[in-house]
Nanobody
């Protein structure tokens, strides 16, 4: 069983920054995928950044590329998302997720991720 617990969500102004953290516990296998997603009211869940456990993150959504950075502290099983230059359209509930299977690539399909945290809320005011 895998559990994920997000933290770090807050209310910031446009142009501000936040760092989200996700503590992952349980049995995570090497070369499975982990990532950050978000969902705004009335919108579908959107993949932001994903990659393999161990720190090889290769997928970034165009909407956050250059502004958001995903990283992993392997010793503490913490997945982080550094978010800079925040915009009002970044406001959403942010989730981290972990996959169960070993896949040839880590992409943007939410259905590929079996384990999800409860989410942490990010609000950006203009």
């Amino acid at each position: 069983q895998v559990q994920a617990l997000e933290s770090g969500g807050d209310s910031v102004q446009t142009g501000g920054f936040l760092r989200l953290s996700c503590e992952v516990s349980g049995s995570i296998f090497s070369n499975t995928c982990m990532g950050w997603f978000r969902q705004a009211p009335g919108k579908e869940r959107e993949a932001l950044a994903t990659g393999y456990t161990g720190g090889t993150f290769t997928y970034y959504a165009d909407s956050v590329k250059g502004r958001f950075t995903i990283s992993q502290d392997n010793t503490k099983n913490i997945l982080s998302l550094q978010m800079n230059s925040l915009k009002p359209e970044d406001a959403a509930m942010y989730y981290c997720a972990a996959d169960l299977l070993i896949r040839p690539r880590c992409g943007d399909t939410a259905a590929d991720f079996a384990y999800w945290g409860q989410g942490t809320q990010v609000t950006v005011s203009s």
